[in-house]
Nanobody, 126 residues
Framework: QVQLVESGGGSVQAGGSLRLSCAAS????????MGWFRQAPGKEREGVAR????????YPRDSLKGRFTISQDNAKNTVYLQMNSLKPEDTAMYYC???????????????????WGQGTKVTVSS
């Protein structure tokens, strides 16, 4: 019912910036909460930020909110992740995901997100 396509990843030097995009299609009922997750090699997938589609309320990861910002353009059915001051430890595959639950209920539990994109790779070199 929902399709998500990420773009904007690439290779950057430490301290650089990237803007990721997630283009969504399908009924908005199935994507009340949109989230960005990342998975580094050898590690489990972790939440980065999420946004409540109807209201625009954001739920950033505390350790990243000074550098990462999530936003949306509902007219374009697109969610963005602006990443600044990138560090080598930010290197990961970044995924866009959609949940039927409001964001406070969806939390960071990957099992509560029913739809996932294929991911876009981010590599930060020192």
């Amino acid at each position: 019912q929902v399709q998500l396509v990420e773009s904007g990843g690439g290779s950057v030097q430490a301290g650089g910036s990237l803007r990721l995009s997630c283009a969504a299609s399908g009924n908005i009922y199935y994507r009340e909460c949109m989230g960005w997750f990342r998975q580094a090699p050898g590690k489990e997938r972790e939440g980065v930020a999420r946004i409540h589609t109807p209201s625009g309320n954001t739920y950033p990861r505390d350790s990243l909110k000074g550098r990462f910002t999530i936003s949306q353009d509902n007219a374009k059915n697109t969610v963005y992740l602006q990443m600044n001051s990138l560090k080598p430890e930010d290197t990961a595959m970044y995924y866009c995901a959609a949940s039927e639950l409001p964001c406070y209920s969806a939390s960071w539990d990957v099992r509560r997100y029913n739809y996932w994109g294929q991911g876009t790779k981010v590599t930060v070199s020192s």
